[in-house]
């Protein structure tokens, strides 16, 4: 590998450092059995993603007060369905799944 730095004692180190893995490498004996390390190293993203789904996975599936207030509407007739509400969300929903 050919450096590009002009610098002539960094020049050198990077060949000793070329020429001592080498080294280590004639080093090790024909036919050893590989030592074989596991390692996970979890980006600072996917740590965030994991915190984020134990946080979620706190938060109950039902949403009681919104229940409870939607009973009691339906219970003393005040519930309303908006019809333009609806036919926006069928729309919406239709169009994401033609594009996904």
């Known amino acids: 590998m050919i450096s590009k730095i002009k610098d002539t004692s960094a020049q050198l180190i990077q060949q000793y450092q070329k020429g001592d893995l080498?080294?280590?490498e004639a080093d090790k004996p024909v036919g050893a059995a590989a030592t074989v390390t596991e390692?996970?190293?979890?980006?600072?993203?996917?740590?965030?993603?994991?915190?984020i789904?134990?946080?979620?996975?706190?938060i109950p599936d039902v949403r009681e007060d919104k229940v409870q207030e939607l009973k009691r509407q339906i219970d003393n007739g005040s519930y309303r369905v908006h019809a333009d509400k609806v036919a926006e969300k069928m729309v919406g929903e239709s169009l994401i799944d033609i594009i996904v």
Do not use: C, F, P, Y
């Not at 190293?41 to 993603?49: G, H, V």
């Open 22 to 24: 080498i080294k280590n």
């Open 39 to 51: 390692r996970v190293d979890l980006s600072t993203r996917a740590k965030d993603i994991r915190q």
């Open 53 to 58: 789904k134990q946080i979620l996975d706190q």
